[in-house]
């Protein structure tokens, strides 16, 4: 199951860069958690369809569409775990964002159930080699924004 999901997972990157949120979304959850670090622009707990559309569209507002290309994609059973290119550049703002962030995706089935966000490999990596369950303490403080 494992090399399926890898190959999930760089479709998913390869649907957003289109442009093709909805596929993404049809392969997720519709009780997703998207959990971002706390020093991200938009820190927070984003659930479900609802939480990331608006998570998504808090982005493109700043950045226009963002591209994400991996860098390293690491299969760790029913998660994988990218290292991304994060970069965009917004329409209106001409704000440029580049940077490196990690992803952390968990799968039940084929189904992603938690997108865990951070900026730090070797604590994603700590993440997936502690029984697979991120520490509560990772999470943002921000209230949920579902």
Request: glycine residues 8%; charged residues 30%; proline residues 5%.
């Amino acid at each position: 199951m494992s090399q399926s999901l890898v190959e999930l997972v760089r479709r998913g990157y390869e649907s957003w860069n289109r442009g093709d949120r909805q596929w993404v979304l049809e392969h997720m959850s519709p009780d997703v958690e998207w959990i971002t670090p706390p020093e991200d622009p938009e820190p927070g707990t984003y659930r479900g369809y609802e939480g990331l559309e608006r998570f998504w569209a808090q982005w493109r507002a700043a950045v226009g569409q963002l591209r994400l290309e991996p860098q390293e994609i690491v299969d760790a059973g029913d998660r994988v775990v990218v290292v991304a290119r994060r970069s965009g550049t917004g329409e209106m703002s001409r704000l440029d964002i580049s940077d490196r962030v990690v992803q952390v995706f968990s799968f039940e089935g084929d189904t992603c159930v938690r997108v865990h966000e951070t900026y730090d490999r070797d604590e994603a990596m700590r993440w997936v080699e502690q029984e697979g369950t991120e520490p509560a303490e990772g999470e943002p403080a921000q209230a949920d924004t579902a």
